[in-house]
């Protein structure tokens, strides 16, 4: 009991101080990173070693590559002479006479602005939806989209009047992002027909007169859901929108057209190609098939027998027939089943399929962020009398889809390149039917590789672009802080 | 407990019905979980429900709100019956604030945005108006200074006094309590049950199942002791706590009471 210790009482609280210098900086990065363990000394000098070879490989070909050539062979020649015999080097020169192929197919040239234009518009009208009330980055987003466009259209070689259009509806639309950025996704809602009218051409009212089918299931709509519940005048406006489409969407377009004729020269389907047409089908089934993915994930969970058993009949039998089954039923059974003499077009079929291909597996996704929300959360939204429809909205969808960014815009990403696979009913994808076409030029056969690298280069800037954006949106709606 | 601060000028019991439960039975798949309840909540009373685990105390709240559906039997809320028309349900749970253990904020919205969802979309009360009165139910648990931050920011007791302020921003004519302080940490219960006397002051109908039996004597006017689906005994919390009569209450109490 004699060595009873001393008692202590600390009088000051130390300080933080700095680690050493073995625990700062790049020492320490290396140490941790690269030479933590003999094993792992001997990986990163192998992966040098790796390194290493790729670049001296690769570095001399792209470095050699030609951009001013009229064929392969020519191509070929230049590189001898410069960088020796038997040296390699890129052929860019295929991409500088060949890039509008790539990009807009058989599109006619004179027409190039309609889909840049399109293409820009594009951004404007996603701006709103990507950028939900932040009113800067909207606003950036459009001036940036405004230059380019202008770059583009002067680039082309557009004539004063489109390249003046262009401008004052960008301004148009600038200055409404200003003064009134709520109304900006009106644009959104209208884009469609817009975008529509900008590719096909042909007479305006066409679009005008079936967005007017929308407004058709909005009046019956507001007309009929005090009485009769939202499923109910929901489904009925969307019949009333049907007979107008089927009965009054022709006659009445061509009425119209004949007093006031007023449109674009229209383009054959047959003439889009390239990433115009990965565009069209992607951006379209990739916007369509998130609603009707919902819808789906919603069926599926619900208690009434016969939504869900159509719900999950619909998801398990698209996710269990590959794409190219549907693409093929597209260009050809679809032909079987609709009335003789339609003439019902390709890409639209095409689109149509993608989009039921992609709703399946969205909904699936969906249905796996609606599956890690807690109980609790519809106890509660139910324990404050709010109704399926709003809890939905307003509890539920906030929260499941935010679970579920990261599959969702997997999805996305997946869809975007699987939009090639229409080469094979024939349709000008970017990757096989154009570069195809290039290869079957007598000045460019042989060439493998340069084509492949510049589809490939723009598919990777739009799916990485894809993903950043879904890092940023994953990172700003963190509100949990977990 | 606050018994000494207790003002009980306000707590009245009233002659009118609030909440009438006849002959009601619940199943789950096969299993009875509540056997012939009869109840009668007059207006003003606050009721403390306990029992072991499994006794069907959580479940017999939840069924006067309808988030678990009766079987057999009536129940009757505030003149509403409960059957299976959307319409009456909508309507009784709109008239009757539940507080759930694991509080159920709505984690993507602020705490302001939490109080004012529900009487913005149900009640259709303007933005403006509905923010005040979230603000004014905020001040009174306590946090108004919290209005902004989000749920996961706060600690679980300050959380649960912002779902005891989100159900009053209904006005609420009865309360329902489930378990509200059986999540939290010894430290924050007080808080809360701070909160729930104050309500109870200001004669709030309040149901509430909990194992406070410091709350219970302290506010209740009436214990229910229920154990396998059933009410085994009630009475008032003094005779309740000193004078229990049925064994099964005897053994209860002295488990819960006798460490």
Redesign the interface.
């Known amino acids: 009991m004699t060595a009873m210790q001393e008692t202590f009482v600390r009088s000051e609280m130390l300080g933080p101080s700095a680690p050493p210098i073995s625990e700062r900086g790049a020492v320490k990065w290396a140490r941790s990173n690269l030479f933590s363990s003999p094993l792992n000394t001997i990986l990163t000098l192998l992966g040098i070693t790796a390194l290493f070879l790729l670049l001296q490989g690769l570095l001399p070909w792209l470095l050699n590559g030609v951009w001013n050539a009229n064929s392969l062979a020519e191509c070929r020649a230049i590189v001898a002479a410069n960088a020796g015999e038997g040296a390699t080097g890129a052929c860019w020169a295929m991409i500088r006479e060949r890039w509008h192929q790539f990009l807009f197919g058989f599109y006619p040239s004179a027409e190039y602005w309609r889909p840049v234009l399109a293409f820009a518009l594009l951004f404007a009208a996603l701006a709103p939806v990507l950028y939900a009330g932040i009113r800067r980055n909207i606003l950036m987003m459009l001036g940036a989209v405004t230059v380019c466009l202008l770059a583009a259209l002067i680039g082309l070689g557009t004539t004063a009047p489109h390249l003046i259009q262009a401008t004052v509806l960008m301004a148009v639309l600038i200055a409404v992002a200003v003064w009134q950025p709520k109304k900006l996704i009106l644009f959104t809602l209208l884009y469609p027909a817009i975008a529509f009218f900008l590719l096909w051409g042909g007479s305006v009212w066409s679009p005008v007169v079936a967005m007017l089918g929308f407004g058709v299931l909005a009046l019956v709509y507001r007309f009929l859901v005090g009485r009769l519940g939202v499923v109910v005048a929901t489904g009925l406006g969307f019949v009333a929108a049907c007979l107008w489409w089927m009965f009054a969407q022709t006659p009445l377009a061509a009425e119209i057209n004949a007093v006031l004729p007023l449109g674009l020269t229209p383009i054959d389907s047959d003439q889009f190609g390239g990433f115009l047409l990965a565009f069209v089908i992607g951006v379209t089934a990739i916007s369509a098939s998130l609603p009707i993915g919902i819808l789906l994930a919603l069926g599926r969970q619900s208690d009434m027998f016969l939504i869900k058993t159509l719900s999950v009949g619909f998801i398990e039998f698209i996710r269990g027939v590959p794409l190219i089954t549907m693409l093929f039923t597209a260009s050809l059974l679809l032909q079987y089943f609709l009335p003789p003499n339609t003439n019902f077009d390709l890409i639209l079929r095409v689109i149509i399929l993608v989009t039921l291909f992609a709703s399946a597996y969205i909904a699936e996704v969906i249905r796996g962020g609606l599956a890690a929300l ?1 109980r ?2 519809y ?2 939204a ?6 399926y429809w ?1 809890a939905q909205r ?2 539920i969808m ?2 499941a889809l ?1 679970i579920a960014i990261p599959g969702i815009v997997s999805s996305f990403i997946g869809l975007f390149k699987d939009t090639t696979l229409v080469a094979f009913v024939g349709l000008l994808d970017p990757l096989k039917g154009v570069t195809q076409v290039v290869r079957a030029d007598i000045n460019w056969k042989g060439i493998y590789w340069e084509p492949y690298i510049f589809v490939g280069l723009i598919f990777f800037i739009i799916c990485f672009g894809m993903s950043r954006y879904s890092m940023y949106l994953e990172r700003k ?1 963190k ?4 | 407990m606050a018994e000494a601060a207790l003002d009980t000028s306000k707590m009245k019991i009233s002659d009118e019905v609030a909440i009438s439960i006849v002959a009601m039975n619940k199943w789950y798949g096969t299993f009875h979980v509540l056997r012939d309840i009869d109840m009668t909540v007059n207006r003003g009373e606050r009721i403390v429900i306990c029992g072991p685990s499994g006794s069907g105390k959580s479940t017999l709240i939840r069924c006067i ?1 309808r ?1 678990e559906e009766h079987q057999a039997g009536q129940i009757v809320v505030d003149g509403t019956e409960l059957t299976s028309d ?1 319409k009456n349900i ?2 009784v ?2 008239e ?3 507080v ?1 253990q ?7 919205l602020t705490i302001l945005e939490n109080c004012t ?2 009487p913005i ?2 009640r259709k009360i303007p933005k403006r108006e509905a923010e005040e009165t979230a603000m004014h139910f905020l001040r009174k648990v306590k946090i108004p200074e919290q209005a902004n931050k ?1 749920p ?2 706060l600690s679980g007791g300050q959380q649960q006094r912002v779902a005891i302020a ?2 009053l921003c ?1 006005k609420p004519r009865i309360m329902l309590f489930d378990e509200p302080t059986s999540a939290l940490d010894p430290e924050m219960i007080k808080e809360v049950l701070d909160t729930m006397i104050e309500l109870a002051q200001e004669g709030m109908t309040m149901i509430c199942v909990t194992h406070e039996m410091g709350f219970a004597q302290a506010v209740a006017n009436r214990v229910i002791f229920m154990d396998q689906g059933q009410i085994v005994e009630q009475n008032e919390p003094k005779e309740f706590f000193n004078n229990p009569k049925s064994d099964r209450t005897k053994l209860f109490l002295s488990q819960i009471l006798g460490h």
């Open positions: 807690p609790g959360q106890e509660a139910d324990g404050l009398g709010l109704d709003q307003l509890i906030p929260q935010k709606l509100t949990d802080h977990r | 709100n988030l959307l909508d309507k749970r709109s009757v604030g539940m759930f694991h509080f159920n904020l709505f984690p993507h969802l529900a979309w149900v989000y996961g920011q989100r159900s209904m």
